[in-house]
């Protein structure tokens, strides 16, 4: 009962919302001179991330838009292939840049080998269905509709063949930027961005042809989320590339068929972004929300070279499902804005975290060893712990890691070693005449396990140092010293 | 069962008398001999993928369907004994620039023709189709006795097995028309006898023009009271989306229109 | 509730494409101006063989609608609203043709129920619409109406309750038969389409 409310009054507020959303093209009585179609040119259209050059045209011209539709087997990610329902051969779609105004006369072709009819409806239409319906076009066939691009924006198009979802999750989208009169501000470098999910049966990754999902897809769980249409299809040897200082523009889309982006570029802020690729624009923007079938303009320059990369900052998206991208930045580095790495310095708080650490067996518990024990339980101490820095051989690695091996830094200690190995040394030191200036975390090791190490150590590689006791370590951990006095570290 | 079968030929050849009604002048051969490549098809209660508002489901006459599509070699006999269905010949109101386009000439099949002969004919219009079924004395199968013969699953499998035989249509939909079809009868045989109702090519219907909905999926026919369209077309089954793609796929159809995947198998009436 | 929101979207979409729904004037062929009498022949829509039956009970057959140009749609007689507009449409253009060139058009409709609309039926709808003696009400088998569909570009589907969903098109043909213009929707410009009569009658 209470249902068959709600639904009339959905059926009403519907009629009502149509009423009003019914766009009415602007009645042009004052034929202005301006407004009249001054020649005619055929649209070039570019494969993501390129974007065509602007046309700065003054009058609005006749402009012929020739798109085909292909299916064709493609690379999805490493070891995946996918059949993709493109528009012109690619995902995204091809990218079509018209002037607010144009008359545009549009030619949909479906390549006669397709098995699907397809259409187009593209977002910068004023008329039922965008165009779907005029379009709508069998393999082998050819369907020509025209438009008049009435309000300036950069809009999403994609097809509209029953089952919607299918056709846009197999990859049928694109963008068309109907640049406002007097055109933008020219900037650098121009972008084409598109991101999208996709559903496949396998799992993210499962190798071989993946077929489409439809009840993943229904659940809304994407295997993958990208950006131009495959994992990597814009980063790495596929990055953008941007000099230090250009301002770059990139027209960003997001055609779903369901997730909504976050869209991101980690290490810059975006200077402008015209807010939906509509006329209003924000300033000073980390993320922007771009909708399924959306679209954002974003505008930016780095001011430090690097490699910068732009993602769907749900996070999981990015790092695992595929939502990545990158643009590579060349050129001059200014310290002044971001200095790179000046220093690294281990943190090692007094009484810190790290110290709750499930400590060693209480001391009173540990007993002294034997040589051959602590050598034997050093040694294996040592592989696991001491070796990814120092090496197997305990050669070290000249400039980073010190020796051990007949190290006079450490042999002639009167701490024996102890002291670095519990608590980790930090500081310019002087091993066998080389200098080196490294840190050495502290490493959670027990007192008993400090003595094996370095019984082992002060009697491997060369060195001849004697058994170190557990005593000795404990004397150090209460804060005393050695008997047996050596030169003092500079530390 | 024979005797009936029989029965049903006499009066088929008795209305076939009637070739003055006919909007072809194709000269039916007999029917009995092509007889022999059918299966009939016993009706029942099917519910179509659109339904109506009033109606669920439709009642299928019993009708007589060819066992595997016609082939190259068939409508290549039809075309040399009706030369006015040669690819230079046909009109274009009946046939588009790509009729038999796949076709080294008028009368041959080419090359590849030892490849050809046994393939489903493709690159057909719904006129030429209807013409060859004219000849043939038979006609093209309905909407809805294609979609009730279709809808039989795999002989041998399992009924329980439905998802697997829409897993399957969907998975030939996906993919792009291989160069070279396969031969009829290469696919899967149904409950029926029928071969390759899926998974070889599109099907051409009788009244294919039949859905009123707008080709933009999205649509519904428009309010009761602006045209004699009746309510809403809904989905008896929203998740059959290999439906959809077929309701799809006729609506992108004009009459004249050849396709590379699209072909035809010929019915017959049942009394 | 799945269905609500499917409801909603639809009412809202349909309402949409209702406003904007003007006539669309199909392309004229390519060049009609050029074509050959041969191809003229061949592109005709008249023919479709086989007997039709007038409203006034006489056999006819296509070609005999030759020689004038023809106002063409296909409708049922007992349909509420679309055809009795579209057949208004057709009035309000014969309205339109010039006194002179009134014997130069003729006006042909075609009724998809073949099993209802009789010939009487076709007459009382004449006399009930006020159509004059330049217009034919045809009916035909069934196969016949489908295969006039395909050539006009009209869906039709009959429904169980005996009424037929069709789309809603005028079409001009020239003296031959062959397709001058297709004009979708129900709101027609009758004057335009009677200038584009008037300038093919040239
Ligand atoms: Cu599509």
């Known amino acids: 009962m209470i249902t068959k409310d709600i639904f009339k009054s959905s059926v009403v507020l519907a009629i009502i919302l149509a009423f009003f959303s019914c766009r009415q093209p602007a009645k042009n009585n004052s034929k202005d001179l301006k407004d009249t179609i001054d020649g005619e040119y055929e649209a070039q259209l570019t494969d993501a991330p390129k974007v065509p050059a602007s046309r700065n045209y003054e009058r609005p011209m006749k402009v012929t838009v020739h798109l085909e539709v292909v299916e064709k087997e493609m690379r999805l990610a490493d070891g995946v292939t996918y059949n993709f329902w493109t528009f012109g051969g690619h995902v995204p779609g091809k990218f079509i840049r018209i002037r607010e105004g144009d008359e545009v006369e549009f030619y949909l072709s479906n390549n006669p080998n397709n098995k699907m009819p397809h259409n187009i409806d593209l977002h910068a239409v004023s008329g039922p269905g965008g165009g779907a319906e005029a379009s709508m076009t069998a393999p082998g066939h050819t369907s020509k509709f025209s438009f008049k691009a009435l309000n300036s924006g950069l809009y999403v198009y994609h097809c509209a063949t029953a089952p919607v979802g299918m056709h846009i999750g197999n990859g049928m989208y694109g963008l068309i930027y109907v640049e406002p009169k007097g055109g933008l501000e020219p900037v650098d470098k121009e972008f084409y961005i598109m991101q999208s999910d996709f559903y496949t049966k396998g799992k993210y990754g499962e190798s071989g042809l993946q077929a489409f999902d439809m009840e993943k897809a229904l659940r809304e769980q994407p295997d993958y989320v990208v950006f131009n249409g495959s994992v990597g299809a814009a980063s790495g040897d596929n990055a953008m590339h941007a000099k230090v200082g250009e301002m770059i523009r990139i027209f960003v889309g997001n055609a779903g068929p369901n997730m909504v982006s976050s869209f991101h570029i980690i290490g810059t802020i975006f200077d402008t972004i015209r807010i939906e690729g509509g006329t209003q624009t924000n300033h000073n923007i980390q993320t922007t929300l771009i909708p399924a079938s959306g679209a954002c303009i974003v505008e930016f320059s780095c001011k430090v070279p690097g490699v910068y990369t732009l993602v769907d900052h749900s996070i999981f998206r990015a790092f695992n499902k595929g939502a990545l991208a990158q643009i590579e930045i060349t050129g001059p580095e200014d310290s002044t804005i971001f200095s790179h790495k000046q220093a690294d310095a281990v943190y090692l708080p007094e009484s810190g975290i790290v110290q709750d650490v499930p400590s060693a067996p209480v001391a009173e518990m540990l007993e002294e060893r034997t040589m051959d024990a602590r050598l034997s339980l050093g040694g294996a101490r040592f592989k696991n712990t001491c070796a990814a820095c120092h090496m197997a051989n305990a050669e070290g690695i000249p400039g980073s890691f010190p020796p051990l091996a007949k190290s006079d830094f450490l042999m002639n200690r009167s701490d024996k070693g102890i002291s670095i190995v519990m608590h980790g040394l930090n500081g310019k030191i002087t091993v066998n005449g080389k200098e080196y200036d490294g840190v050495m975390p502290q490493l959670q090791l027990n007192d008993d396990e400090i003595a094996n190490v370095l019984t082992y150590v002060r009697n491997s590689f060369g060195n001849k140092g004697g058994l170190v006791t557990l005593k000795e370590v404990q004397a150090i951990r209460k804060g005393g010293k050695l008997l047996e006095q050596g030169k003092k570290s500079k530390k | ?271 | ?202």
């Open chain 2, 1 to 271: 069962m024979h005797v009936l079968k029989i029965a049903c030929f006499a009066l088929i050849s008795i209305k076939l008398g009637f070739t003055k009604e006919s909007v072809f002048r194709e000269k039916a051969q007999d029917p009995t001999v092509a007889q022999k490549e059918m299966v009939l098809v016993k009706g029942g209660n099917f519910t179509p993928f659109y339904k109506n508002a009033n109606s669920k489901t439709i009642f299928v006459k019993p009708f007589y369907i060819d066992v595997h599509a016609v082939t190259n070699a068939d409508f290549l006999r039809f075309v040399k004994e009706n030369p006015r269905w040669a690819r230079s010949k046909a009109s274009r109101l009946f046939a588009d620039a790509a009729y038999l386009k796949h076709w080294a000439s008028d009368f041959s099949l080419g090359k590849d023709s030892s490849l050809l002969e046994d393939a489903p004919v493709t690159n057909v219009s719904w006129f030429a189709a209807t013409a060859y079924c004219k000849w043939k004395g038979k006609r093209l199968p309905t909407l809805v006795e294609w979609e009730f013969a279709a809808a039989a699953e795999r002989a041998g499998k399992a009924l329980s097995d439905t998802n697997s035989l829409t897993a399957f249509i969907l998975k030939w939909y996906e993919k792009p028309a291989p160069r070279m079809l396969p031969p009829t009868k290469s696919t899967f045989k149904n409950t029926y006898g029928l071969w390759d109702m899926h998974g070889l090519i599109w099907e051409w219907v009788y009244d294919f023009n039949m859905s009123v909905a707008n080709s933009d999926s999205r649509n519904a026919p428009v309010n009761k009271n602006l045209s004699c369209v009746s309510g809403a077309v809904s989905a008896a089954n929203p998740k059959d989306y290999a439906s959809y793609m077929r309701y799809g796929f006729r609506q992108s159809l004009k009459a004249n229109y050849t396709v590379a995947n699209l072909g035809f198998r010929c019915a017959q009436n049942c009394k």
């Open chain 3, 1 to 202: 509730m799945k269905y609500l929101y499917i409801s909603f979207l639809f009412v809202f979409l349909v309402a949409c494409s209702n406003q904007t729904s003007t006539a669309i004037e199909a392309q004229n062929r390519d060049n009609t101006k050029n074509i050959s009498e041969q191809d003229s022949n061949s592109l005709s829509v008249y023919q479709i063989e086989g007997d039709w039956l007038t409203q006034n009970n006489k056999k006819t057959t296509l070609p005999d609608l030759k020689g004038k140009i023809q106002v063409v749609a296909m409708i049922f007689t007992s349909c509420q609203y679309a055809c009795p507009k579209i057949t208004d449409d057709i009035l309000a253009i014969e309205k339109n043709i010039m006194p002179s060139d009134t014997d130069k058009v003729g006006f042909t409709l075609i009724s998809f129920d073949v099993e209802r609309d009789s010939v009487s039926k076709l007459k009382k709808f004449a006399f009930d619409k006020k159509l004059g003696s330049r217009w034919t009400l045809l009916r035909g088998t069934e196969e016949q109406v489908r295969t006039l569909s395909m050539l006009l570009d009209v869906n039709y589907e009959k429904q169980p309750d005996g009424s037929f969903n069709h789309t809603n098109i005028i079409t001009i043909l020239d003296k031959k038969g062959v397709i001058l213009y297709r004009y979708e929707g129900l709101e027609i410009d009758a004057k335009a389409i009677a200038k584009k009569i008037k300038s093919a009658l040239q």
